[in-house]
């Protein structure tokens, strides 16, 4: 049974940042496309950052130059580092497992973790 644990969420002043990580098992991390998607309310969900088994990343315009993804194999855990917070970074995120990057990118994972909430006060 494949279980995702996000953690590292929290109240923050803009400009500041967070450390989000998510931790995976029940699965062969190594093989697998790890993302972060996020959705703030009455908005739709956004895929924020996704990381392949290469270690090769992708991430939102939203998210250039403010958010690094990294994995580590070894733990089976997957960081998103998010530094220049803004008030419109506030949101529930996700973190998501898929073995298709492709299935990653349009956000039809079947693996999904519970959740972890970002605020971000202006």
């Known amino acids: 049974q494949v279980q995702l644990v996000e953690s590292g969420g929290g109240l923050v002043q803009a400009g500041g940042s967070l450390r989000l990580s998510c931790a995976a098992s029940?699965?062969?991390?190594?093989?697998?496309?790890m993302g972060w998607f996020r959705q703030a309310p009455g908005r739709e969900r956004e895929r924020v950052a996704v990381i392949n088994s290469n270690a090769i990343t992708y991430y939102a315009d939203s998210a250039k130059g403010r958010f690094i993804l990294s994995r580590d194999n070894a733990k089976s855990t997957v960081y998103l580092q998010m530094n220049s917070l803004k008030p419109e970074d506030t949101a529930v995120y996700y973190c998501v497992a898929d073995r298709s990057l492709p299935s990653m990118l349009t956000g039809r994972s079947n693996y999904w973790g519970q959740g972890t909430q970002v605020t971000v006060s202006s």
């Open positions: 029940g699965l062969t991390f190594g093989s697998y496309v």
